[in-house]
């Protein structure tokens, strides 16, 4: 099992940004699908972008497109999510997941192909 750990949540104000950051222990399989996910209070669990680790295959949820970028540093096991332009609507626990050997395909946003889930880190958008 792969441990995922985000980091680099807050608040922050309309407009502002802020840069999540997952780092997985273990060896990922080439090409298995990262993605971060957000869930936010009394809303179901969403996929908001994905990449296939060590690859070039990159997905956004429509909601983040021009907004938000993802990214990876392989040679450190870590996965990032810079998010700009953020509103109240981003306000969700963010979370990091793996889908083991799976790459990002039309399903890449299926909660049940992930393998691993990180704890969470708290966005917070608000004046």
């Known amino acids: 099992q792969i441990h995922l750990v985000e980091s680099g949540g807050g608040s922050v104000e309309p407009g502002g940004s802020l840069r999540l950051s997952c780092v997985a222990s273990?060896?990922?399989?080439?090409?298995?699908?990262m993605s971060w996910w957000r869930q936010a209070t009394g809303k179901e669990r969403e996929a908001v972008a994905g990449l296939n680790f060590r690859g070039r295959k990159i997905v956004y949820d429509d909601s983040v497109k021009g907004r938000f970028t993802i990214s990876q540093d392989y040679d450190k096991n870590m996965v990032f999510l810079q998010m700009n332009s953020l509103n109240a609507d981003d306000t969700a626990m963010y979370y990091c997941a793996l889908a083991f050997g799976r790459s990002c395909g039309d399903d890449w946003n299926t909660s049940w192909l992930v393998n691993d889930w990180g704890q969470g880190t708290q966005v917070t958008v608000s004046s």
């Open positions: 273990g060896h990922i399989a080439d090409l298995s699908c």
